[in-house]
């Protein structure tokens, strides 16, 4: 079967960067993404990056990506505590979400 | 342009019964799919439906149906609820047309508890 793999907790000081980790099983995804879901919430896409490419920056967000080693990574530069949430990678070429990280921001 | 929404919000139903959640897709987007998000868990991809027919279906028995309609808008059913049916069901459309790239818009979701 297809897997999607990360770490479930990462707690970070404000201010800090935080870097949240995945490991996928298909290589044949064309598109990876990040989403953000806040308590009682859907899921908010974040951003995302082509296999093509190996890394992404939109604003504080970097993505990269290490199609060899099947390794997605998510890294949120000057974390503030509005950025607590539960994140999922996710791909969808076949649908599949990681089991998420939850992020713990401390003031 | 509007979002993607779900009803319920909230919905608690028995054991053995049936349930409808609703969908109301993104503005211009032609295809939904639905996920089931138990608590602590990352969403299990359900079935998909573009242009009205099922086109891809997770590992959901037979008691889990859709409906997409002419508007794009979709329901999902789903018959003899079990407790471990109790879960946050969530929509998502899109429309593959403007690429991928753009990912899934996704609803807040229908939490369901079945008692």
Known sequence: GEDVEQ????????????VINCTYTDSSSTYLYWYKQEPGAGLQLLT?????????????LTVL?????KHLSLRIADTQTGD???YFCASFNKFY?????????KP | ETGVTQS???LIKTRGQQVTLRCSSQSGHNTVSWYQQALGQGPQFIFQYYREEENGRGNFPPRFSGL?????SSELNVNALELDDSALYLCASSN????????????????????
Not at chain 1, 65 to 69: C, E, G, P, V
Not at chain 2, 68 to 72: G, I, L, R, S, V
Not at chain 2, 102 to 109: E, H, I, K, L, V
């Open chain 2, 68 to 72: 997409q309609f002419p508007n794009y």
């Open chain 1, 48 to 60: 995302y990056i082509f296999s093509n490419m190996d890394m992404k920056q939109d604003q504080r």
């Open chain 1, 84 to 86: 607590s949430a539960i």
């Open chain 1, 97 to 105: 979400f990681g089991s998420g990280t939850k992020l713990n921001v």
């Open chain 2, 8 to 10: 319920p919000t909230h």
């Open chain 2, 96 to 115: 593959p047309g403007t690429g991928s790239s753009y990912g899934y818009t996704f609803g807040s979701g229908t939490r369901l508890t079945v008692v």
């Open chain 1, 7 to 18: 770490s479930l907790f990462l707690s970070v000081r404000e201010g800090d960067s935080s």
């Open chain 1, 65 to 69: 990506l290490n199609k060899k080693d």
